[in-house]
């Protein structure tokens, strides 16, 4: 198979700055082609092309093109260890790296934008002197905030998965917060507007699900995917989100799907019949609603009943067609209505 050809650069592109800003960022000049990092690691061509694939990164233009440095090498060699040391299974190591890849060119597109609005403003262009700077403060604070971050969540994913049985298929609750009239509002709002409602909606929803205890999963535009392993917190969850607009009218009206059961969980992803009925049942939720499955609705009418103070009212709704089910069973999960004088008060 030929080497692609090179992709187009934009207009006003200077490669002078970007070798020195790339030769910064990456702790060294590219000197090495890609003969020279498979000869030097050790590994087949095979295995080194997957990899830098896999990781998200352009193939090079051809087999002269020095695009690689030692760090390269280096990171071909550790998961030639981790692979060969059992650590990490071959059948997923594609998955992984894939993963990894993913996540983190999000995270370097996030952070490098804020860089550039910072530093550029209502100018086109910056020289290196202006850069330089900047790189070497934020390079190395950057690296250590998110080694911290990293390290913080192994120790809580450790005590999850690592301590316990270590089973891919879990049985958990899983959510979906979808905003309602996503498409038709962000027709009128300007760029500014919709960034406010998407930094509102996932700064209140990454807060709801963190304090109880439950984990997101991954954002989908106007979407939240989560997952939690007690269904009373998934409940709390789901009831908080689709009432936060009562209380703020900033944060979007949200309906919400929750079901409970055997989720399959693979490299940070859940995949499986219950992430489908989430789904669904999010689908045909009212605004400012939940529904939930037959399995969350027994869980959560047990609680209430152990409960002196329940939490939960939870009632059958209607069975209805959707994707993929000619007969899906609802229930509307509520807060309990309050005592009767109270609403003769109100």
């Known amino acids: 198979m030929s080497p692609p050809e090179a992709s187009p650069q934009p207009p006003g592109f200077d490669p002078e700055l970007f070798a020195a800003l790339e030769a910064t960022l990456l ?26 694939l896999a990781l998200g990164f352009p193939s090079p233009a051809s087999d002269d093109e020095l695009l690689f440095t030692d760090a390269d090498v280096e990171a071909v060699r550790t998961l030639e260890r981790l692979v060969s040391s059992g650590v990490v299974d071959p059948r997923t190591e594609n998955a992984l790296t894939r993963s990894m890849g993913r996540s983190f060119s999000r995270l370097a597109e996030w952070e490098i934008a804020e860089v550039a609005t910072m530093m550029l403003g209502s100018r086109r262009n ?29 120790a809580n994913a450790a005590g ?29 709002l300007s760029a500014d507007e919709l960034a406010d409602m998407v930094e509102r909606f996932e700064s209140t929803v990454n807060s709801v699900i963190s304090e109880n205890g439950a984990r997101i999963i991954k954002t989908i535009g106007d979407e ?13 969850i789901a009831l908080t989100l689709a009432q936060s607009h009562e209380t703020d ?25 219950v992430v489908n009925i989430a789904s669904r049942l999010t689908s045909i939720a009212r605004p400012g609603k939940v529904l939930v499955n ?48 109270d609403r003769a008060r109100d």
């Open 27 to 52: 702790g060294q000049a590219p000197h090495l082609n890609r003969l020279d990092v498979i000869e030097q690691s050790g590994v087949t061509s095979e295995r080194a092309t997957n990899l830098w």
């Open 126 to 154: 910056l020289v290196f002197s202006e850069i330089e700077p900047v790189v070497a403060t934020a390079l190395p604070a950057l690296s250590g905030l998110q080694e911290y971050v990293w390290r913080r969540h192994l």
């Open 160 to 188: 999850r998965l690592l301590l316990q049985a270590a089973e891919e298929d879990v049985v958990q609750a899983v959510g979906f917060a979808d905003i309602v009239g996503y498409t038709r509002r962000t027709r009128s």
């Open 224 to 236: 939240v995917l989560f997952v939690a392993d007690d269904p009373v917190a998934a409940g709390r």
């Open 249 to 273: 009218e900033e944060f979007p009206q949200v309906r919400v799907g929750l079901a409970h059961g055997p989720v399959l969980a693979r490299l940070g992803d859940v995949y499986g019949e």
């Open 294 to 341: 037959r399995d969350l609705a027994d869980q959560l009418r047990a609680h209430d009943e152990e409960s002196e103070h329940p939490e939960f009212r939870v009632r059958r709704a209607r069975t209805t067609p959707v994707k993929g089910y000619s007969r899906l069973e609802t229930w509307a999960l509520k807060r309990p209505k309050p005592p009767r004088h």
